[in-house]
């Protein structure tokens, strides 16, 4: 079948989704980019490799390319957005505008992750990347007036050799934008613990980070990353679901993962391009959430998987009928998990999340 009826674009979005609260704890930066911004950046810089000139096909393309059955082929489109950020006006600005955007779509607080290695094409070092990208998403806060905090993830790609410098980066960068480290990239071939020196790095300097794994390898994966390398969350993870019976019994890995509330960043509509998952009636998250799992709802990319926050929350709501308390759930374990000292965490949901949940089902 072929995905792209399914996607986001096409969701007619309630009113009242748009206006609840939500925090995202996994967001790409640089799978996330205004189609248009591509568009003129690529014209700066000299990039002429981008499929389209016109923003409306570009999105589209972006979408359909992704739509693969596969993660490698989904990753290969990060090649046109990676291309057009490399200095520091253009990171600075891609920053600006996904605070903006994720505001405008209802978003409190966001963990927007991305690759410093990745833009060092031009000349930029590690810490310039950072540097950019922290002001861009400082920007953004301010352009928004304060209505998200954005702090960034910095990932390592599981394919190079780089993770322990990006882990020594973060620590590096820590308490200034920073909140933790990521590994992501294709999954097959590249386990987490290929990467023990970077986690063990972060462990002795008591940093956070999470790790995509459970996306396009199974169970073993997801050990690994919690057992072995000691992730406190994990990247999508659905396929935890292979360690739970028919009868929702768990096997002893899932009942680790849940009984250590160790938060699932799931993203529905990724997954279905990705192969992960077959359509959004039968996706897992409806199963781990009854079970008692600390279940969070992001986006991935929203440029490549052609979604938003309120998109998503809209495709769950239409498969499983759920409602304000359901979202509301869902915000609260992402705020929970996120890697913000306890007392902003605790703020945000009395003073933010719970109070606009309240004033939803006041309306209704
Ligand atoms: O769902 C995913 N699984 C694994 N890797 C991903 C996913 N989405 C994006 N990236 C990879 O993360 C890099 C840094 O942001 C992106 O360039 C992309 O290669
Ligand atoms: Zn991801």
């Not at 290969?76 to 505008?97: D, K, N, P, S, Y």
């Not at 529905?268 to 009854?290: C, E, F, M, V, W």
């Not at 990319?301 to 309120?310: K, P, Q």
Request: charged share 25%.
């Amino acid at each position: 079948m072929h995905l792209s009826d399914n996607l986001a674009s096409t969701v007619s979005v309630a009113d009242w989704v748009r206006r609840a609260p939500k925090a995202v704890l996994h967001d790409h930066l640089d799978g996330g980019l205004r189609p248009a911004t591509i568009i003129e950046l690529a014209r700066a810089c000299g990039y002429t490799g981008l499929p389209t000139e016109d923003p409306a096909e570009l999105a589209v393309w972006f979408r359909d390319a992704a739509d693969s059955g596969s993660l490698e082929r989904y990753l290969e489109t990060f090649a046109h957005t990676c291309a057009v950020m490399q200095t520091r006006e253009a990171l600075f600005r891609v920053a600006a505008e996904c605070a903006e955007d994720l505001a405008a779509d209802g978003v409190v607080y966001a963990e927007v992750r991305y690759a410093p290695e990745q833009h060092l094409a031009a000349g930029l070092t590690l810490d310039e990347v950072v540097d950019a990208v922290n002001e861009g998403f400082r920007e953004g806060e301010r352009r928004t007036g304060g209505r998200i905090t954005v702090g960034t993830l910095l990932t390592g790609m599981r394919h190079t050799d780089r993770s322990l410098e990006i882990a020594e980066l973060t620590v590096a960068h820590r308490d200034r934008g920073v909140a933790g480290f990521d590994i992501a990239g294709g999954e097959v071939g590249n386990p987490p613990s290929r990467h023990l020196p970077a986690f063990q790095h972060l462990k002795r300097h008591n940093c956070h980070f999470t790790i995509h794994a459970g996306e396009a390898v199974g169970a073993e994966s997801i050990h690994e990353a919690v057992q072995v390398c000691g992730a406190e969350r994990i990247g999508h993870g659905v396929r935890i679901t292979d360690d739970i019976a028919e009868d929702g019994t768990l096997g002893h890995l899932a009942a680790y993962v849940r009984d250590n509330r160790i938060a699932l960043e799931v993203c529905p509509t990724s997954n279905l391009q990705t192969g992960a998952a077959k359509d959004y009636a039968s996706h897992p998250i409806d199963q781990l959430r009854r079970l008692g799992f600390r279940v969070t709802l992001n986006t991935d990319n929203r440029l490549v998987s052609g979604t938003t926050m309120s998109e998503e929350f809209q495709h769950m709501a239409d498969a499983f009928h759920y409602g304000p308390d359901v979202f509301e759930e869902f915000t609260v374990a992402a705020v929970e998990a996120a890697f913000l000292p306890l007392p902003e965490r605790r703020r945000i949901i009395d003073e933010i999340v719970r109070p606009g949940y309240a004033a939803i089902r006041a309306a209704a």
